[in-house]
Every structure is written in C-alpha cells, then in structure tokens.
C-alpha cells in the first residue's frame, strides 16, 4: 500500500520535472541571446579542443615572416616572431578555457561547502568562517600571486589556478549562506531534523540542490571573470610564464603601442577571442538566471 | 526582434574593434602628421624630455643619480672634470682647466678651473672631486666603470685647485671614465648615508648643479621642470626652459607629443619612430651587448653541474642561429667575443650555427637530456620575451629541454641560488674594457659566477696598461682566444641604439650623438626650440 | 544602532592584525634579502663586515616574531618604514593615495550616475531602444579587457586625435588646474567607468522593474499621482538601496582595476607604486599597501553592512 503510493508519487514527480525541464528549455531557447551564447561557447570551446589534439604548430617561431598580415597560409597572421597566430589563438583558448572553468567550479564547490556549514549551523561557525571569507576578500590578489611566485620561484598555471580558487570563493560563499539561512527555517527541513536525518545528508542532499540553479549561474558568470583576471595579471606581468599561450599573454603584445598602431591583428585577434568568448558567457549566464532563477534576475 | 537587433548591434560593436585596428594602421602617417600639429600648438620655447619609469634606471620620485646612467636631463645638470667627444675616447677640458699625466702613466695632474660655483652660490672645488671619488667608492648605486677605475686610485690629494691623483697601476681608460663621472656637491651631501646617497629626496627633488640647469618646480609622479643655472660660468644654453616627463612608454610619449628628444633600440620603438616624419632617427654606434652568461660556480666552490662540461655549452651556442635571431633588433651585429667582428683586433673565431652538429654534439658530451636547461632572464619588453622564446625553440630543435623565467632580482638571482644555468643579459658598455673586466677573479659579482677563476687577470691587466694600438691589439688577441676557450659568458650580437629628435628642436650643425647612456659633447648650448 | 556600528568597528581590529600576520610572515616566507636591494654586489662581498653591521642595524637579525611586532608598533607610531631604495613609504604614499582616490572617486561616481541613469530609464522604457543599447553596451564593456580599453583609448583619443594626454595625472607648466585634471583622469576614468557600469545598470534595472511591479506602486498610479512623481518618490528612492549596496560591493573591482589602469596610463597613484614593488620585490612597500588596500576594503564592506542595517533592521537583530 504504502509502496504504490511512492511509487506513484516519483511517478508524479518525474513527470512533473520533465515537463519542467521542457518548460525551460523552451523558455532558454526562446532567449536568443541565450542560445547564441550557448552557441558560441560550444563552438570556441570545441575549436579549441580540436587544435589542441590535432596538435596545431603554435610554437616554431618563424623570423622571416614576422608579423605577417592575415593571409590564406596564416588566417590570423603572424605574431612577432613568425608564429602562427591562428594556431596560437587556439591553443591559448584550452588554457584561458580551463583557467576560466577549473578556477570558476573548484572555487563554487569550496564557496557552496563553506556557505551551506555556515549558513546551516551559524552561530560560532558562521562568525568564523565569515571573518575569514572577509580577510580574504579584502586581500589584493596581485599580493598573494606575487607571494607565491616569489616562494615557488616560478610564473605557473599552478600557481594562478591556487590563486584564483583561493581568493575567488567569497560570492559564492555569500549567496549559498544566505540562502541556507532562510531555508533551514523550512519545515521539510524541520522535518528531516525530526526524523534524525544526519546533518550532512540534510545540508548536502536536502538543502543545497533548492540552492543549486543561483550557484550554477554564478559559476557560469565566474567562467568569464577568471578568464579575464587571467589577461590582466598577464598584462602587469604576473600571469602565468610567457611560454604558455594563455589569452592573455598573447593578447599581451598589445603593450607595445606600435603592435598596436601598425600590426592590428596581432592584438584584435586574441582579444576579439576573449571578448567573444566572454561575452557569450555572460548572456549564457543571463540565460540560465531567467530559466532557473527567475526571481534573481 | 529585439533581441535579434541586441544580436547585431553586439555583433557590430565587435568589429568595430577590428575596425579600430584597422583604421589606426592606415592612419599611421597621419597619426605622425597629428600628434604634430599638438606638439607645435603646445611649443613655448621648451625642451621637452622624458624619463622612463619602467626600465628600472628611474623613479618618478627623484633625479635620476648621474652615478648610474647619464641621460639628458641629469647631462644638462651636472657637469664632469671633462668632457668626451662622440666617441667618448678623447676629451676636451671642462670642470677641469687642464690636465697632465706622468711618463709611467701612474701620476695624473687636474687643475681645476677658477672661479667654479655651484647653482647655490657654493664654490666648487678640488674638495668636491675628491668628496665625489671616494663617495662612488662607498655607495650602492654606481656604475662599475667608475668603482673598477677609482679602484686603482692609490693616493689623492689636492692643492688649491690643483688635484694629484697617484694610480697603483697604468689605467689608460682613466681620463675617459673621469670625463663621464659626475662631480656631485659635498657640502650638500656629506651629511647623508652613502648607502643612500641617491635616494636622499631632499636633495635629488632639487639638486645643487653645476650644468645649465637647476630644478624648478618638482611634481612628485609627474614631472619636473628645469630653469638655468645662474651661476654657470659657461655660454648659457639658447633654450630657456626643460621639462622632463615621468612616463612608462617612450613612444606614447613621442605620438602624444611630450619628448622632443629619446633613444631606444628595441624594433618596435625603432620602427614606429622610424615612420613619424616630425622626428629625426640617428643610428648611433654603441657596444651594446646581448649576452649569455654561464653559471659556473661560485667562489665559496659551489657548483652548477649541469654546465661544468665545456662541450654543452659550446653545443648550445651552436644550436642557436643568431644571425636570424639579430633580425629581430633593428641593427643587430652578430659578435663572437668582446670585440666586434669589424674590429682589427677580432680573431676571426665564430660559433657557427648548425643545428644537426648541435644536436650530436649535446648527445656525445653526455648531457643528461630529460633535465632542462634553465634560462633567466632580467628585460620585460616584448622583443626580449619574443627573443627568448625563439631561444627556447632553437634549443628544443637540439632536443633540449628549456625552462624560461624571467627574473626581478638582477644578476645577483645567477649566485645566490644556482638555479639558473644561463642568464640573459644585455649591458650598454662604455669600452670593450667593461666587457672584458667582468672576468677579473676579483669581480665582485662575476667571481661568485665564473668561480673567481683568476686565468684571465694577467691579460686584463695588460690590457689596462696597454697604451698604443698595437699592445692594445695583442692583449684583445689573447683576452679572445681566452674566453672562447673558457666559454663563461657569450656575446649573440650587438645592438644598434638610435636618437631620435622631434622637428621642434634644431640642432647645431657638426653635433654627432654619442651612446645615450653616457655623455658627450653634443653642443648644447646652441641647441633651439622652434 | 551604535553598538551595532561599534561592533562592528571592531571586529576590523582583529582582521586587519590577521592580514598583517598573513602578508609580514609570507613575504618573509620569499626569502628575499633586502640587504641584495640596498648594497651592490661588489659592497656585498668586499665589506662583509659592515653590511653584517648594518644587517644588525636594520634589526634583521632579529627572530621573525621580534621583527613583526617592531614593524606593527612602527605603523602604529604612523612610521611606515622606507623603501629598499631608502626613500619613506609615509612620503610617497601622502602624494599617492590623493591621486588614486581621485581617479576610483571620480569612476565610482561616474559609474553611478551613468549605471543607475541608464538602468532606470531601462526599466520605465522597458524593451525600449535606450534598453537594448545599454545593455550590449553594458555587456560589452565587460567583455573587452580593461587594459585593452585603456589601450584602444589612448590610441584614438590622444595619438590621433591628441584631445587628451596618455600619461601622468598632472602636465608641467598647467595654468588652469581644473582642466588640466580633466584632461589627465578623463581617460583613465572613463576606462575605469566603462568596466563598472555594466553591473550597476543591469542591477538598477532589475531593482527598479521590481518596484514598479509592486503593489505599492499600482496603487499610488491608481491614486492618480502623476507619472513621473510616482516614478521618482516611489519607485526611485526605493529601488535606490539594493544599488547603493551593490555599488559598495564594487569597490574592491574599482581598486582591482586602478591597479591595471594605472599602469596604462602611467598613472602615479597607489597602484602603480604597489604593482612597481611587486616587481622590484620591495617587500617593505608591498606590506604597507596591501595593508591600505585591505582597510580600505575592509572599511567599505563595513559601509556595506551599515547600510544593510540601517535600510532592514532584521540583520541588526540577527547579529
């Protein structure tokens, strides 16, 4: 007896989310920047991936055709020492790519696992890991990135990735508390108390997928935040070593006013990339809010 | 529809950076043409310089010290005992009324001229000169050409305006480091730190001077401005006023019109001043060397392994082509030792490219290939990187592996961790001598690098001594032949240093520029703006 | 409300002390020597024994711990210690800081009028064109890198068309202050500007639909108070305090991006001396401006929390 009725409950269920899940995607596709932007994302992820196990010639410097224009043998030109630009481009996306998204979901994981501790048990807790959240947001990241290339002695990918993670959990971490804060007042997780559930069950099983669609949107819009944290720390020097082909270090040529003034394409391309691909990130993010989260909008 | 027309209009807004681009690459003559018209609007009879902040040489907080590099602006302010002509090897009197030198070349005679002051009313006497030698002697901040010189000074003294200076040993390069110090003002400086001599703002936010000029008005950040010195006892300069900009770009100084006069020799910059028609590039001869250095070992004895084995290192100078790598400086001289190949006394030795020999030869001398080789390097413009990746490359062609880090902590980061096995180097050198005495055993910093190896003390010695041109040629011989054989450090070639003049200022005829780096004649005081 | 502010003050004591620990012990963690930034090499070696006594001097030779509490005593006394060059922190941070709160000060109020102007109109004007346009501008300017803004800038406004200068905050030989300083930050704060908008406008926007879907405000239009009163005594001073927070929570992106501006516009504010610092390896300076970039933080989100406070009693109470 017992048994039917669940059964025809998650019955209810499904149906009732499927319907759900096709009242958003209808919703998502009618937002055409949405789509766009899940369009592009999809494409320039995917192109990059491909030079990357296609294994395109980004590094062989080539001096007698320094700085060429965009022609048929170099889409994108030539950069200052004769390599290929296209190449470079897309090879430097898989790194400014996963700079974006690693950076972007490990720090929504510590944020969301710190947020729903604090959020849920408060009092001491809350008080500490709150003050902590807060030295680390006062802390400027040039400080913590130059502390760590001075001790590791090295510009890394290590060492930006850390970076980011450690000093980019803090808005997560606040919007996840907050949430908890107001949902553990509801009854169903009243019950669940009621019932004996383990905390960690009730916080992590119960509670936070009610707080999974703002955390996902604002992964979504961290994506682009990394990728473009990455081109400035290049930009004063103290991103990830010139050998790597991030975004940033290519688009780092644009410090030179006469690449600027006379080879457009060395600079336009890369950033044009960046740009693109952030862009397309934020509407997708936009996207994903109205689908999701309709009342944070 | 909206969003669709949301759509285009992003997309349009996208390629209008393109355009951007585009537009400012066929514009590029006429940006010349612009920023023309503004500097000509803006000229009021004043000389208009900059100071670079980001090469390291200069803060925005203070003059420059004179004791390092010798720009324009601190030329024009601080005047030596004489004054070198373009090729900075022959003097003509200036502090100093004349001078004499003994037969054994150990005794020097400098009588100063009468009558000398300093912008603040002070007199400037033989007292100053020796206050000033001494003081280079105990300061941080100096350039090695005058601490290697002043070094061999065993006694001075003075007597009136008269100053003996008695060396330990020949020094035949002294008359011409003299005429590039600077001769600062004791009665202003005494007092402060010599470990601080030339950060001391008080002082260097408005120097006493002994040239033209003095400093007006000090803008900490910004700027500061220059007036006439009304104590100079020369012919005043025609120009009545210089300002010197703080910047971090010379050429966004030059296109927006506040330098009249800079200097460079990265392609970018040459390039780009090279197409503004309102300026005037002069190729300027200087020994500015590119180099490897090998780090050896240090004197305490401890060792870079790695780069012990002589035919490693020779293998890695064959596998870089450096006649290609030269392309990427705007005039770049491919040398094989101190002296460059279209010099006399160059003995026609040559690391010659060949990347299949270098491949072999890294094998054959045992090089364990799976630990990489480990490149530092001190410059952070865009043609040192892109030099230093196409290092890396070439290097990885011989099957190698690079690691590249770009370093903050100057040469001392080769010694006080052996982590680097090669360190990139470049140094604008007042003489061949500079280059060869960084291998004296007693190198305060190159012992700690080469191990103070003492193979090469008597050749340089010689060398110092060495008065005519054939003793000269026979000692270069040797110091040749010596460090080819050694391989510690390796020139990849000289680069050319260009001045550039903007069309606001007319410069006398016959003046002829000499390194930017040091000083020389160059006619100043007929200099005009138009 | 005071003992809420008070608290609150001083809960900043103990962080600001947990920041210096972390930044004094981890920039002693690098290893760097200052005494390889104050003397030549050549002193280094050839007088071991006075560059011992000047270690001593310096009190370098003292334990970590010892050296810590000089240093925080020091700061406390208001003596910031001096720069590896010998040259006093206190000095060049007096002629600094102004010249980076002038730029942030400028942006941020620039920032506002132009990110809540917009957004608001936006909302009234609802899919209107100043809707649409705003927002691709609005998400444009946060696409591009805000260095590659500075760069596009200098190039067009002041190499070829020479209306603005590209460096410095002052020209030698200015007589009129006002435009001069005009001329200097117009730049800079429009690249600052551009990169803050966008979130402002989208936020003032969003806040102010909200508003003018409530109940409140369907009832003061069916009252039949004109239009533009109900937008601007109701829905305005309503929607304004969820911006305002947002605006404070901004600016630690403001101080973020002076950092990069500066550099680009050779802009000598506070920025460029910690980003020079940082490249020199000159510990002394970079402990002292972080420490002021974190106050400065630390005061705003302290502003944030007021503000909070004094606009929904309930985070009084619940503190």
């Given amino acids: 007896m017992s048994n039917t009725t669940t059964t025809s409950i998650k019955a209810q269920n499904k149906s009732a989310s499927s319907s759900l899940l096709k009242k958003n995607i209808r919703k998502f596709l009618n937002n055409k920047l949405a789509v766009f932007g899940l369009i592009v994302v999809v494409f320039m992820t995917l192109a990059c991936i491909a030079g990357a196990i296609f294994q395109v010639d980004y590094a062989t410097p080539n001096l007698t055709s320094m700085k060429a224009a965009p022609d048929s043998a170099h889409w994108f030109g030539t950069d200052t020492i004769g390599r290929d630009l296209y190449a470079r481009v897309l090879f430097g996306g898989c790194y400014s790519i996963l700079i974006g998204v690693f950076c972007a979901v490990l720090s929504s994981v510590i944020g969301a696992v710190l947020g729903a501790i604090a959020g849920y048990f408060g009092g001491k807790v809350d008080a500490v890991i709150v003050r902590i959240s807060e030295v680390f947001q006062a802390f400027p990241q040039l400080v913590l990135v130059m502390m760590l290339v001075a001790i590791l002695n090295k510009r890394g990918l290590g060492n930006l990735l850390f970076i980011f993670v450690v000093t980019g959990w803090m808005t997560t971490f606040r919007m996840v508390r907050n949430e908890f804060m107001s949902l553990k007042g509801e009854t169903y997780v009243k019950v669940c108390e009621a019932f004996g559930m383990k905390r960690s069950n009730i916080m992590f099983n119960q509670i936070l997928p009610n707080v999974m669609s703002p955390i996902i949107v604002s992964t979504t819009t961290n994506v682009a935040f990394f990728i473009l944290q990455e081109a400035s720390l290049s930009f004063i020097g103290l991103g990830v070593a010139d050998s790597t082909p991030t975004w940033g270090n290519i688009l780092n040529a644009a410090k030179s006013v006469s690449v600027v003034t006379n080879q457009w394409w060395i600079w336009v391309f890369p950033g044009l990339a960046i740009s693109l691909f952030v862009l397309a990130i934020n509407f997708l993010g936009d996207g994903l809010r109205d689908v999701l989260d309709p009342k944070q909008q | ?530 | 409300m005071l003992k809420f502010i008070l608290k609150k003050l001083l809960m900043m004591i103990p962080m600001l002390l947990v920041i210096s620990i972390i930044v004094f012990f981890g920039l002693q963690a690098t290893g760097i020597d200052p005494i390889n930034f104050m003397v030549s090499p050549e002193v280094l070696s050839a007088n071991a024994d006075n560059v011992e006594a000047l270690r001593e001097s310096l009190g370098l030779n003292d334990p970590l711990i010892v050296q810590y509490f000089r240093w925080l005593g020091n700061l406390l006394h208001g003596d910031f210690g001096y720069a590896f060059d010998g040259t006093s922190i206190a000095s060049t941070l007096a002629v600094r800081m102004p010249y980076t709160f002038e730029l942030a000060g400028y942006s941020l109020i620039l920032s506002a009028v132009i990110g809540i102007g917009i957004g608001i109109i936006s909302a009234i004007r609802q899919n209107g064109i100043i809707d649409y346009v705003g927002r691709v501008l609005a998400v444009l300017g946060q696409a591009v890198p805000q260095f590659l803004v500075g760069i596009i800038l200098i190039q067009i406004f002041s190499i070829k068309l020479g209306w603005f200068p590209a460096a410095n905050r002052v020209s030698p030989g200015a007589t009129n202050q006002f435009l001069d300083a005009f001329q200097h930050l117009f730049l800079p704060v429009t690249t600052l500007t551009i990169g803050m908008v966008a979130v402002l406008m989208r936020y003032a926007r969003n806040t102010m639909l909200d508003v003018l879907n409530s109940d409140y405000i369907k009832t003061a239009r069916s009252k039949g108070i004109p239009e533009w009163k109900v937008y601007l005594k109701h829905g305005f001073r309503n929607a304004m305090k969820p911006v305002l927070v947002i605006l404070m929570f901004r600016i630690p992106t403001l101080i973020g991006g002076s950092v990069v501006v500066e550099s680009v516009f050779s802009y000598p504010g506070i920025g460029m001396t910690m980003t020079n610092a940082i490249v020199a390896n000159d510990y002394n300076v970079v402990m002292v401006t972080t420490l002021i970039i974190a106050a400065t933080m630390l005061i705003c989100s302290f502003m944030v929390d007021v503000l909070n406070a004094i606009m929904d009693p309930r985070v009084r109470l619940g503190e």
């Fill in chain 2, 1 to 530: 529809m909206k969003k669709v027309l949301a759509l285009v209009l992003a997309a349009a807004m996208a390629f209008s950076m393109v355009a951007c681009g585009g537009n400012s690459n066929s514009a590029s003559s006429g940006t010349a043409s612009g920023s023309t018209a503004n500097t000509v609007s803006t000229a009021d009879g004043t000389l208009k310089l900059v100071l670079s902040t980001t090469d390291g040489s200069s803060t925005d907080d203070k003059v420059p010290t004179p004791w390092m590099n010798r720009t324009l602006p601190t030329n024009l302010m601080f005047r030596s005992l004489f004054l070198a002509d373009s090729t900075l090897t022959s003097v003509t009197p200036d502090l100093a009324e004349s001078y004499d030198i003994s037969e054994d070349g150990l005794t020097y005679t400098i009588a100063l001229k009468d009558g000398l002051k300093w912008s603040d009313g002070e007199a400037l006497t033989a007292d100053d000169v020796l206050w000033s030698i001494d003081a280079a002697l105990g300061t941080t901040q100096v350039n090695s050409i005058y601490t290697s010189a002043f070094k061999k000074i065993a006694s001075k003294s003075s007597e009136g305006n008269v100053i003996t200076l008695t060396l330990s040993e020949p020094y035949s390069a002294m008359i011409d480091v003299l005429a590039q110090f600077a001769i600062l003002p004791k009665h202003s400086l005494e007092s402060v730190d010599l470990m601080k001599l030339d950060s001391d703002t008080t002082f260097w936010q408005n120097p006493v001077t002994s040239g033209y000029y003095m400093v007006d008005e000090f803008n900490v950040g910004n700027y500061f401005t220059m007036v006439p010195n009304p104590n100079y006892e020369g012919t005043p300069a025609k120009i009545e006023k210089v300002t010197v900009s703080y910047v971090n770009d010379y050429l966004t100084a030059a296109q927006s019109g506040i330098a009249d006069y800079l200097y460079g020799n990265a392609t970018d910059l040459v390039q780009a001043m090279q197409s503004m028609s309102n300026y005037t590039a002069t190729p300027v001869d200087v020994l500015f060397y590119k180099y490897f250095i090998f780090n050896m070992s240090g004197v305490d004895g401890k060792q870079n392994e790695a780069m012990q084995n002589v035919e490693v290192r020779k293998a890695i100078m064959e596998a870089i082509d450096r006649t290609t790598l030269a392309t990427l400086y705007p005039s770049a001289n491919v040398l094989n030792s101190g002296v460059p190949n279209s010099n006399e006394a160059y003995n026609g030795f040559e690391y010659k490219f060949d990347a299949e020999k270098a491949k072999a030869d890294i094998q054959a001398s045992g090089y364990d290939m799976s630990r990489p080789i480990r490149i530092c390097y001190y410059n952070n413009d865009q043609t040192s990187i892109d030099l230093i990746n196409t290092i890396a490359f070439y290097l990885e062609q011989a099957g190698l592996k690079v690691e590249t880090t770009l370093s903050n902590d100057g040469t001392t980061d080769l010694f006080t961790n052996r982590n680097y096995d090669i360190g990139f180097k470049g140094k604008s050198s007042f003489s061949m001598d500079e280059w060869y005495s960084e291998y004296l055993s007693t190198d305060a910093l190159f012992a700690n690098i080469f191990g103070g190896d003492t193979s090469f003390d008597a050749a340089i010695a010689a060398y110092s001594a060495a008065t005519t041109e054939e003793e000269k040629t026979a000692a270069l011989k040797t110091l040749q032949e010596l460090e080819q054989e050694k391989v510690y450090k390796v020139p990849l070639f000289t680069v050319g240093t260009y001045v550039f003049t903007s069309s606001n200022v007319k410069i006398p005829e016959g003046v002829t520029f000499c390194n930017p780096l040091y000083s020389c004649d160059l006619n100043f005081a007929n200099w005009e703006v138009a």
